[in-house]
């Protein structure tokens, strides 16, 4: 890279001299744009648009600063041109990387949902933790085999887990005693059956029949969860009940997009982030407040006000981050970029998913939300018994919970403001929550982007164009009243 430093230095020179000798020729137009110099290592053309430079010698880092102020100047651009064997500049010796990348990242650690947890002596993943296609077309594979890590096969003949199919007989119970493998292999005894009869079966009938073949499992126990869990784990995945799921065809739909089976991480999946970001510049706690997109350039300002400057930016944040605006964009994102932030849902809290397959989720459908949730809360006690009781909220409640605050504090902020218009908007009472917006303004609390489009949303749905209009005006008149105060 010192090379290339010395190489447009010494370019640059003459390009300023030539400039000015242009400048002195009264038909020649003006202005003289910058003169083009072409280079074939894009770390070098990064590095100059950096204030410093912590290069070997003082001649280099003077002849960086000289680049950097003939660039800021006008008087020179530097344009990267392909060159297999390095003719573009003679002097270049070219680097293994093309690009230089800068990693912001806010939290203390990498990964993001990747993160592997050693406070147990041991290694726990407690994000992604498999390989889904353990084969050479998924580019992790070859990775992991070049680092040597060990997987654990989750499928297949070699398998060290139970799997759905029953194939494989390391199953264990909720004190962790390994269940026998006799019972997984009785409670799997569905393929004799399948290859006993010449017409297909529904897979219940063909647990039937192994129920009548080993009467133990009928009762009570360890053998009967067995049975329970495969059969719950199989309508779970067919979203269907076990009486009408082909014994015969149920497993030859693949789900397997890339063959090789699955494998799950000995040691977690921490040494292939390490692997992956260990020739990238990274820093950590680094919360980016603010984002400028300019012409050519992008920069990007963190919380402690230093900014950082660089050609593209790949922006990763979550989508609650987006949908709180805690990050600035200027100029604005686009509004339709905007309405699409908006209308995507991010509850900002730990959710359980409960899973109900075939009739039971019908049923469930054709229940109220409160006795949904009773339902809910059964099967939740008693997995967590302590379990505090879930409080539903309707239109009633909310009304109670708004007037106690503005009675008795803590008064309703912008975020509280912002959850009731989005609820009265969801329940289809929009102008209420038109009502809010008011309140907010004369309260002076600013609604944001947010609030106008999720009412104007609801009110155009529930046919209140005139409402809508009325908002439209509202939010005009807040943005000129802005305007003149600035």
Same mark, same amino acid.
């Given at each position: 890279?010192?090379?290339?430093?010395?190489?447009?230095?010494?370019?640059?020179?003459?390009?300023?001299?030539?400039?000015?000798?242009?400048?002195? @020729?009264?038909?020649?137009?003006?202005?003289?744009?910058?003169?083009?110099?072409?280079?074939?290592?894009?770390?070098?053309?990064?590095?100059?648009?950096?204030?410093?430079?912590?290069?070997?010698?003082?001649?280099?880092?003077?002849?960086?600063?000289?680049?950097?102020?003939?660039?800021?100047?006008?008087? @020179?651009?530097?344009? %990267?041109?392909?060159?297999?064997?390095? +003719?573009?500049?003679?002097?270049?010796?070219?680097?293994?990387? =093309?690009?230089?990348?800068?990693?912001? #990242?806010?939290?203390?650690?990498?990964?993001?949902?990747?993160?592997?947890?050693?406070?147990?002596?041991?290694?726990?993943?407690?994000?992604?933790?498999?390989?889904?296609?353990?084969?050479? #077309?998924?580019?992790?594979?070859?990775?992991?085999?070049?680092?040597?890590?060990?997987?654990?096969?989750?499928?297949?003949?070699?398998?060290?887990? %139970?799997?759905?199919? !029953?194939?494989?007989?390391?199953?264990?119970?909720?004190?962790?005693?390994?269940?026998?493998?006799?019972?997984?292999?009785?409670?799997?005894?569905?393929?004799?059956?399948?290859?006993?009869?010449?017409?297909?079966?529904?897979? !219940?009938?063909?647990?039937?029949?192994?129920?009548?073949?080993?009467? =133990?499992?009928?009762?009570?126990?360890?053998?009967? #969860?067995?049975?329970?869990?495969?059969?719950?784990?199989?309508?779970?995945?067919?979203?269907?009940?076990?009486?009408?799921?082909?014994?015969?065809?149920?497993?030859?739909?693949?789900?397997?997009?890339?063959?090789?089976?699955?494998? +799950?991480?000995?040691?977690? %999946?921490?040494?292939?982030?390490?692997?992956?970001?260990?020739?990238?510049?990274?820093?950590?706690?680094?919360?980016?407040?603010?984002?400028?997109?300019?012409?050519?350039?992008?920069?990007?300002?963190?919380?402690?006000?230093?900014?950082?400057?660089?050609?593209?930016?790949?922006?990763?944040?979550?989508?609650?981050?987006?949908?709180?605006? !805690?990050?600035?964009?200027?100029?604005?994102? !686009?509004?339709?970029?905007?309405?699409?932030?908006?209308?995507?849902?991010?509850?900002?809290?730990?959710?359980?998913?409960?899973?109900?397959?075939?009739?039971?989720?019908?049923?469930?459908?054709?229940?109220?939300?409160?006795?949904?949730?009773?339902?809910?809360?059964?099967?939740?006690?008693?997995?967590?018994?302590?379990?505090?009781?879930?409080?539903?909220?309707?239109?009633?409640?909310?009304?109670?919970?708004?007037?106690?605050?503005?009675?008795?504090?803590?008064?309703?902020?912008?975020?509280?403001?912002?959850?009731?218009?989005?609820?009265?908007?969801?329940?289809?009472?929009? =102008? =209420?929550? +038109?009502?809010?917006?008011? #309140?907010?303004?004369?309260?002076?609390?600013?609604?944001?982007?947010?609030?106008?489009?999720?009412?104007?949303?609801?009110?155009?749905?529930?046919?209140?164009?005139?409402?809508?209009?009325?908002?439209?005006?509202?939010? +005009?008149?807040?943005?000129?009243?802005?305007?003149?105060?600035?």
């Amino acid at each position: 890279m010192e090379s290339e430093f010395i190489v447009v230095s010494s370019a640059g020179e003459e390009a300023d001299w030539l400039r000015s000798k242009l400048i002195d @020729i009264p038909l020649w137009g003006k202005p003289i744009p910058p003169l083009t110099i072409y280079c074939d290592n894009k770390t070098a053309i990064f590095r100059t648009s950096s204030d410093c430079y912590n290069g070997k010698s003082r001649q280099v880092r003077l002849k960086h600063n000289h680049v950097r102020i003939l660039l800021e100047d006008g008087i @020179i651009s530097l344009q %990267y041109v392909t060159s297999k064997l390095n +003719l573009a500049d003679p002097l270049s010796k070219g680097l293994d990387k =093309e690009l230089m990348v800068l990693l912001l #990242e806010s939290r203390d650690r990498l990964g993001d949902r990747i993160h592997t947890d050693y406070s147990f002596g041991c290694p726990v993943d407690m994000g992604a933790s498999w390989l889904h296609g353990v084969c050479d #077309e998924n580019p992790l594979a070859p990775l992991i085999r070049r680092l040597g890590l060990t997987m654990y096969r989750t499928s297949g003949d070699n398998s060290v887990l %139970y799997d759905h199919d !029953l194939e494989s007989f390391m199953l264990f119970d909720m004190d962790g005693h390994q269940v026998p493998q006799n019972t997984v292999v009785q409670v799997g005894d569905t393929e004799k059956v399948r290859n006993e009869h010449s017409h297909d079966l529904s897979v !219940l009938q063909a647990i039937s029949i192994v129920l009548d073949r080993h009467p =133990e499992l009928r009762q009570e126990g360890l053998s009967h #969860e067995v049975l329970q869990w495969y059969i719950c784990r199989m309508e779970a995945r067919f979203t269907a009940n076990a009486d009408t799921i082909s014994l015969e065809t149920w497993d030859q739909a693949s789900e397997q997009i890339l063959t090789g089976g699955h494998g +799950l991480m000995v040691q977690g %999946y921490h040494p292939v982030i390490k692997s992956l970001f260990k020739d990238i510049d990274i820093r950590l706690n680094h919360r980016v407040k603010r984002i400028m997109n300019g012409y050519n350039k992008v920069m990007v300002t963190v919380e402690d006000g230093r900014n950082f400057t660089a050609d593209a930016a790949i922006i990763t944040v979550p989508l609650g981050v987006l949908k709180a605006n !805690l990050i600035e964009f200027e100029p604005k994102l !686009l509004e339709w970029k905007q309405s699409a932030i908006a209308d995507l849902g991010a509850t900002g809290h730990q959710v359980l998913v409960y899973m109900a397959a075939g009739r039971l989720a019908c049923d469930l459908k054709k229940l109220s939300d409160e006795s949904a949730v009773e339902f809910a809360m059964l099967q939740l006690k008693k997995m967590f018994p302590d379990a505090t009781k879930p409080v539903l909220l309707h239109k009633k409640g909310m009304h109670v919970l708004f007037h106690q605050m503005r009675k008795n504090g803590p008064y309703p902020d912008f975020k509280a403001y912002s959850m009731f218009i989005s609820c009265l908007c969801r329940i289809g009472n929009s =102008e =209420e929550a +038109l009502q809010l917006v008011s #309140e907010m303004l004369d309260v002076g609390i600013v609604p944001s982007i947010v609030n106008y489009n999720t009412l104007f949303y609801g009110l155009n749905i529930e046919g209140k164009q005139d409402l809508a209009k009325t908002l439209l005006h509202m939010k +005009l008149d807040v943005k000129r009243r802005r305007k003149l105060l600035t």
